[in-house]
């Protein structure tokens, strides 16, 4: 239940019509049936009862609200629900489980909420037959939501209690801003807290520089993705992870034998994972440090490839050549050496759909063997060397001969490098 739930409805005739009929009544009464639902809590959960801040109260109201409102429009229009339709549940999950709630109390929050519901869609049905038989029809779509809401908030709930219960918060900055610096801590708890993340003064480890992308209003979203990435390394059972303000560092550790690149694609799996439940990440990973000395150096590299991520994504060093890192940090300099005849030919070949820039690239991938790139882009080997004629013609240079090549490729990763930094900046 990772993806979607719901159940669709394509029937017709009289209880179709009942069924629309009685959602579209319990969708008119959401605001009594939230208060309905507060005050089931209040009396029949123990921890709710305890609470006595009106606001925390209206904190529930408006999520058993929003509940009620996505179930019954789902419902009434034939939809699925989605991760990202109840992205408000981990935000809610993470406010309780830093109060303290009880995870038993919290679920059984959503129990009681059910009930209030189903109470009131047997009231709409009355008493006819064609009504009952359309409620009855509701009874499964809502279990199976509740379901699905209560799994994802158990799951939120869990993640945030483990970062937050494992380590106290001061402590993980000291330590981070020890190892940021270049050095192991001397002595005291610091030194306890450096080996339960597995670090030590010769491990090897990344460096995840990460803010949440785009126009996100929920203050508790950096403290549910660092929660998220506390589980992110290879061998640990934990990984350090600190919110520094609106940035997130976290420090995954490899192991004498990880692969940085699976890290990278664990990594980048976390990352979707929280944008499809509506908590975009902008994350940029460093090369591999092999020591604590190399950590100062390795959020810089952190950072800057951070700054190449658009909108929510993952900038991974490890996964660069260094053509690749040259040409995304390349300065306007660089981009103005390139031949204008080139920068030209580059331009008129994008509003032409790129054909030959993709030519260029699959010869360049098939170390410059034609019937190779040609099975790439899938067309006749004649098709592709007519294209190689044409980007002689037009640019100037020979992609057979390497130098002219290598000019080639210079000039579109500069090209696409620009395009890139243009589009962060509208």
């Given at each position: 239940m990772s993806a979607a739930t719901a159940d669709t409805w394509t029937g017709s005739g009289p209880v179709e019509e009942e069924r629309a009929r009685i959602l579209c009544a319990l969708l008119d009464r959401v605001d009594d049936l939230t208060m309905r639902a507060v005050a089931a809590l209040r009396n029949e959960i123990p921890a709710y009862a305890a609470v006595g801040d009106d606001r925390f109260f209206d904190d529930v109201a408006d999520q058993v609200a929003r509940h009620y409102r996505t179930k019954l429009s789902s419902f009434l229009e034939g939809r699925i629900v989605t991760l990202e339709d109840i992205a408000f549940v981990r935000g809610a999950a993470t406010r309780r489980a830093r109060a303290g709630f009880p995870l038993e109390d919290y679920l059984n929050a959503f129990r009681v909420g059910q009930q209030v519901i189903w109470d009131a869609t047997v009231e709409c049905a009355e008493e006819s037959p064609v009504g009952r038989e359309a409620a009855l029809l509701l009874a499964g779509p809502q279990m199976r939501y509740v379901d699905f809401a209560s799994t994802h908030a158990a799951h939120a709930y869990v993640e945030f209690q483990q970062y937050v219960v494992a380590d106290a918060d001061r402590e993980r900055r000291d330590l981070l801003e020890h190892l940021l610096a270049g050095e192991m801590p001397a002595r005291g708890p610091l030194?306890?807290?450096?080996?339960?993340?597995?670090?030590?003064?010769?491990?090897?480890?990344?460096?995840?520089?990460?803010?949440?992308?785009?126009?996100?209003?929920?203050?508790?979203?950096?403290?549910?993705?660092?929660?998220?990435?506390?589980?992110?390394?290879?061998?640990?059972?934990?990984?350090?992870?600190?919110?520094?303000?609106?940035?997130?560092?976290?420090?995954?550790?490899?192991?004498?034998?990880?692969?940085?690149?699976?890290?990278?694609?664990?990594?980048?799996?976390?990352?979707?994972?929280?944008?499809?439940?509506?908590?975009?990440?902008?994350?940029g990973i460093s090369t591999v440090a092999t020591g604590v000395a190399e950590l100062p150096r390795r959020y810089q590299e952190a950072c800057s490839a951070l700054e190449c991520v658009i909108d929510g994504g993952v900038s991974a060093l490890p996964r660069l050549s260094a053509f690749e890192y040259l040409a995304l940090h390349s300065d306007e300099t660089a981009r103005r050496l390139v031949d204008p005849q080139l920068r030209d030919f580059l331009a008129d070949?994008?509003?032409?759909?790129?054909?030959?820039?993709?030519?260029?690239?699959?010869?360049?991938?098939?170390?410059?063997?034609?019937?190779?790139?040609?099975?790439?882009?899938?067309?006749?080997?004649?098709?592709?060397?007519?294209?190689?004629?044409?980007?002689?013609?037009?640019?100037?240079?020979?992609?057979?001969?390497?130098?002219?090549?290598?000019?080639?490729?210079?000039?579109?990763?500069?090209?696409?490098?620009?395009?890139?930094?243009?589009?962060?900046?509208?």
């Open positions: 030194v306890a807290a450096a080996q339960r993340y597995g670090i030590g003064a010769e491990t090897r480890m990344l460096v995840v520089a990460a803010v949440i992308a785009g126009q996100s209003a929920a203050l508790d979203a950096p403290h549910a993705a660092s929660a998220a990435l506390v589980r992110a390394g290879m061998h640990e059972p934990s990984t350090l992870v600190v919110v520094r303000q609106t940035e997130i560092v976290a420090l995954p550790v490899l192991g004498p034998d990880g692969d940085p690149a699976k890290l990278c694609d664990r990594l980048e799996g976390l990352q979707r994972r929280l944008g499809s439940e509506g908590m975009p990440l902008a994350m070949d994008r509003r032409r759909g790129g054909v030959l820039t993709a030519t260029i690239r699959a010869f360049a991938d098939a170390d410059m063997n034609l019937r190779a790139a040609a099975d790439v882009l899938q067309v006749h080997p004649n098709t592709a060397q007519y294209r190689l004629g044409r980007i002689e013609e037009r640019s100037g240079r020979n992609p057979r001969r390497v130098e002219h090549l290598v000019d080639l490729l210079v000039a579109i990763a500069l090209d696409d490098s620009a395009r890139q930094l243009a589009t962060r900046h509208n």
